[in-house]
């Protein structure tokens, strides 16, 4: 269990990263506008609003997170079964995993360009498709086609995934990431109004979330490259409560 709660801890505040990053943030009213067929200006007026619309909102933002974090779990299982697959050279798969990770870090803070990081790979929808289900495939869509200045971030926790000794634990470490992500962004649907007015104040700080996550993805890289990660878990241990470590 050595290096799990550091990770699930870098997987889920790199989903919030995510989330605050200037590619999703701004997108989030478009993103909310669209997976419920509102306007911006039903989202953002709420009083009149009944129970039965913050139910639909919910349901809409819970099956639209509910896609997108689907494709994220695979794609985690699919990076820790590779990983799996070479565990015999587990310790070379740490050195390079760490080597990626300082890479996407260097990617995230403007110091390195990596050929078809510039380059948007979002799919595009003219129209959303119809019902709940239609909701959850806008979601698969948005996951499958995750926009490149975000790729570092998911990427870094991919790699992260690989590293770990079991194809639950990078599919809970993938599921963790997506919560991050997932959270901030239901709340945001729910609260369009507050939403707008807290993005506002927070614009001007958009480009240093590039910049903390970059940081993040550089400082556990090089931790996995000294091999030095479980000495970060052991602190973490250390600040943990024992009710909460009985449950890990």
């Known amino acids: 269990m050595e290096g ?13 990263l995510s989330f605050l990053s200037p590619c999703v943030l701004p997108l989030i009213p478009s993103y ?11 989202l953002t007026d709420t009083s009149g609003r009944t129970a039965h619309d913050r139910g639909r909102l919910f349901l809409h933002g819970a099956l639209f997170v509910l896609g997108f974090s689907a494709v994220f779990i695979v794609l985690g299982a699919s990076a820790t079964a590779l990983g799996a697959a070479f565990h015999r050279s587990s310790p070379w798969i740490e050195r390079i995993g760490g080597g990626l990770l300082v890479l996407f870090g260097l990617v995230l803070l403007g110091l390195l360009r990596l050929p078809g990081m510039s380059r948007d790979w979002r799919v595009h929808m003219a129209d959303r498709p119809a019902g709940y289900a239609g909701t959850v495939l806008v979601g698969v869509a948005f996951g499958a086609g995750w926009t490149p200045c975000i790729g570092p971030v998911l990427g870094g926790i991919l790699t992260l995934a690989a590293t770990t000794s079991s194809v639950g634990q990078g599919t809970a470490l993938l599921a963790t990431y997506s919560a991050g992500l997932a959270i901030p962004f239901v709340l945001a649907t729910l609260a369009l109004d507050r939403f707008l007015a807290v993005f506002a104040r927070f614009r001007g700080w958009l480009p240093w979330v590039n910049r903390v996550a970059g940081a993040m993805l550089i400082a556990v890289g090089l931790l996995l490259l000294t091999g030095q990660f479980t000495v ?8 943990t409560p024992d009710f909460l470590l009985d449950r890990l």
């Open 32 to 42: 909310a506008s669209f997976i419920t067929g509102m306007g911006l200006d039903e």
């Open 4 to 16: 799990q709660n550091v990770g699930f801890a870098v997987a889920f505040l790199a989903g919030v």
């Open 232 to 239: 970060l878990s052991a602190m973490f241990a250390n600040w």
